[in-house]
Every structure is written in structure tokens, then in C-alpha cells.
């Protein structure tokens, strides 16, 4: 079982930056991948980033040169960095933790972004 908690969202002008973090509690949080989703008003919930164990990353397209994901396997924390926010970034951001055996998608409960024009 793993449980994951956001913190970090926030309101910020365009141009501007913010840091979410994720902390990852559950013996196995360690070896498994992790990444970010979000979720816009009346959209679907789309990939942000990705990072495995190892620190392989993988990105959308929107938000390449950006944003950047990254890890604390030591703390069981996933974090991202975002740069050069944009209004269309404003959506409720998701952590998430693929269980490294069964594949299976832990959710966090989600922090909202706001970027203002």
C-alpha cells in the first residue's frame, strides 16, 4: 500500500514559478515509478511528467523546458519544478506511484495551480 500526499500548489502570475512536492509513504514507494498528472475544468486529466526508480524522466510535449521532475528515494519524495508558468497550466495536479510488480496507479488526493494572466 502506498499513500501520497501534494503540497505546494498555490496561485502565481504568469511567468512565475512553483514547487510541488509528494511524499510517499509504503515500504515499496521506493521502487516505484512515479509522476505527476493533471487535471483541468472540464478536460481530462493529463501526464505533466514521469520519473522512475532510476531517475528516467518523460514529459509532455507542454511542458518540455519548463518543468522539471525529479526524486529523494531517501526521503520517498517526488517533486516538480515549475518555470515560466502559463495560464493554460491552471488544473488540479496529481501525484501518482506505479506499484513496481502489479502496475497498479496510487493516487494523491491533489493540489490546485492557479496561473493567472
Known amino acids: 500500500q502506498v499513500q501520497l500526499v501534494e503540497s505546494g500548489g498555490g496561485s502565481v502570475q504568469a511567468g512565475g514559478s512553483l514547487r510541488l512536492s509528494c511524499a510517499a509513504s509504503?515500504?515499496?514507494?521506493?521502487?516505484?515509478?512515479m509522476g505527476w498528472y493533471r487535471q483541468a475544468p472540464g478536460k481530462q486529466r493529463e501526464l505533466v511528467a514521469t520519473?522512475?526508480?532510476?531517475?528516467?524522466?518523460n514529459y509532455a510535449d507542454s511542458v518540455k523546458g519548463r518543468f522539471t521532475i525529479s526524486r529523494d528515494n531517501a526521503k520517498n519524495t517526488v517533486y516538480l519544478q515549475m518555470n515560466s508558468l502559463k495560464p493554460e497550466d491552471t488544473a488540479v495536479y496529481y501525484c501518482?506511484?506505479?506499484?513496481?510488480?502489479?502496475?497498479?496507479?496510487?493516487w494523491g488526493q491533489g493540489t490546485q495551480v492557479t496561473v493567472s494572466s
Open positions: 520519473i522512475t526508480s532510476g531517475g528516467i524522466t
Open positions: 509504503g515500504s515499496i514507494a521506493r521502487f516505484n515509478a
Open positions: 501518482t506511484s506505479r506499484h513496481y510488480i502489479t502496475r497498479y496507479d496510487y
